[in-house]
């Protein structure tokens, strides 16, 4: 039997398409995910990825009114207090077990979707209906989009129902952006989109580090990264918080390793510098995984 655990991000619950479980060790808890990317298209091929992109996609389409039928139904349940005796949730640990948020992340960059902001609005309608306070929308972006007016009408419709923004921002330079996040699209935009959304309301910066042919970021490109948080900050952008981590499920590419916690911690202390709050998630070997 499936067990959910942090170690185990496959999305798939039943003859579900588009909603999906996820326990999430930076949520500390559940987190119901929403796959707007089905069509497993994203405008970043990270090599620490575990989306399989080898394997055609069984679903290329979002049909608002399926996916608002599953998420209705895994959060009445959650509601009801019976979503921790039915499979697979019930192996989740009984400290995880709370509905912390409605995550848009999936199998792609969210805001890409052409009914991002719709599909914002059917969680918040849906978390209402059911009572489920302190459960909140998330968007987990790679902050590429954020600056289209389409997106910025689903950003303001999270900011009404008091949802949060978690953004990636891998890199302190354009050479190892491009490398970590296998993207030549601008590292100039990122950064500018990043600046813009924290002076509007405050974000989560999520940071993934990890090796590369066993080698780590140099000192050089830490110091850059931190540096970008702070010119995020003189920009009179806040950031709430900063999630540092590294890999914890087998990567796409098997040249990537993770970094050992107190590598983290070294990162992390760059951030403490700096009077942002930071946490740090500690990494795994993949191949214990398996």
Known sequence: MRELSYTDHRRELGENRYIYPVVSRRSKGLSVGVNLNPDKVCNFDCPYCQVDRTVPPAVTEVELSRLEAELDALLAVAASGRLWEEPPFDTVAPGLRRVNDVAFAGDG???????FADAVRIAGRLIEEHGLEGVKPVVLTNATLLHRPRVREGLAELDRLGGEIWAKLDAGTAAYFA?????????SRVLKNLEEAARVRPITIQSMFLTMDGEPPSEAELDAWAGRLARIQAA??????VQV?????????????????SAL???ADRV??????VEVYAGREWKENQ
């Open 272 to 277: 403490r510098a700096l009077d942002i709050p």
């Open 236 to 241: 009179g952008g806040r950031v709430a918080l």
């Open 265 to 267: 911690e070294a990162i």
């Open 179 to 187: 490398r970590v996040d296998g993207t030549t699209f601008p590292f």
């Open 245 to 261: 981590y590294s890999v914890a499920r087998r990567p796409s590419d098997e040249a990537i390793g993770h970094l050992p916690t």
């Open 109 to 115: 960059e969210p805001t890409a979707y052409a009914g």
